[in-house]
């Protein structure tokens, strides 16, 4: 059972900016870092923004990352086909000693 | 290029065991935490298993404690994950990722490998 939620889905069509929220606790993301993946259709998970707002080298700047309190999110700018992916947010829980996902949000590109 | 492979994933019935491997190269594999992260069919990604780059910390999810066990070996670049008893729930793409940064192991995971299938059916 995942410890972080988001919403199972968050559509948009070229252009638009989509959010995506993760919603955890004071001993993950009210302590700890948050870290989001896209995962590409039959792909591994690729490291999208890590220490909640950095983007690795590559990473188009129309993808940015925020957190206040014990909540995250993902923004999308200008969404483009090729961002059609599931995304998940990630942090380490320090009372279970243990790195915990989101439940992941689906993108279709409409 | 950094670059993570896993093999050893397979067939293998309820209750029995397999041992996956990953190997890590262009990179300097005894500095860096390692992990296992695992995705059931149509499901969403799961952490499995943290080692850190000396083997000193290590930690499991609730759902595999005391039937895997990870290790690695720095002289071969190499990462494990023993799973002994294995159940139906199990079964899951594994991969395995490092951590982002050298000396870290709450970090993100930055690359992944490919993944390696494992089934557990009789």
């Known amino acids: 059972q995942s410890v972080l939620t988001q919403p199972p889905s968050a559509s948009g069509t070229p252009g638009q900016r989509v959010t995506i929220s993760c919603s955890g606790s004071?001993?993950?993301?009210?302590?700890?870092?948050v870290n989001w993946y896209q995962q590409l259709p039959g792909t591994a998970p690729k490291l999208l923004i890590y220490?909640?707002?950095q983007r690795p080298s590559g990473v188009p700047d129309r993808f940015s990352g925020s957190k206040s309190g014990t909540s995250a999110s993902l923004a999308i700018s200008g969404l483009q086909s090729e961002d059609e992916a599931d995304y998940y947010c990630a942090a380490w829980d320090d009372s279970l000693n243990a790195h915990v996902f989101g439940t992941g949000t689906k993108v279709p590109v409409l | 290029e950094v670059q993570l492979v896993e093999s050893g994933g397979g067939l293998v019935k309820p209750g029995g065991s397999l041992r996956l491997s990953c190997a890590g190269s262009a990179f300097t594999f005894s500095s860096h935490s390692m992990n296992w992260v695992r995705q059931a069919p149509g499901k969403g990604l799961e952490w499995v298993s943290s080692?850190?780059?000396?083997?000193?910390?290590?930690y499991y999810a609730d759902s595999v404690k005391g039937r895997f066990t990870i290790s690695r070996d720095n002289a071969k670049n190499s990462l494990y994950l023993q799973m002994n008893s294995l159940r139906a729930e199990d079964t899951a793409v594994y991969y395995c990722?490092?951590?982002?940064?050298?000396?870290?192991?709450?970090?993100?995971?930055?690359?992944w490998g490919q993944g390696t299938v494992v089934t557990v059916s009789s």
């Open positions: 080692i850190s780059s000396s083997s000193s910390y290590i």
């Open positions: 990722a490092r951590a982002r940064k050298a000396a870290a192991t709450r970090v993100g995971f930055d690359p």
């Open positions: 220490s909640n707002n």
């Open positions: 004071s001993s993950n993301i009210g302590s700890n870092t």
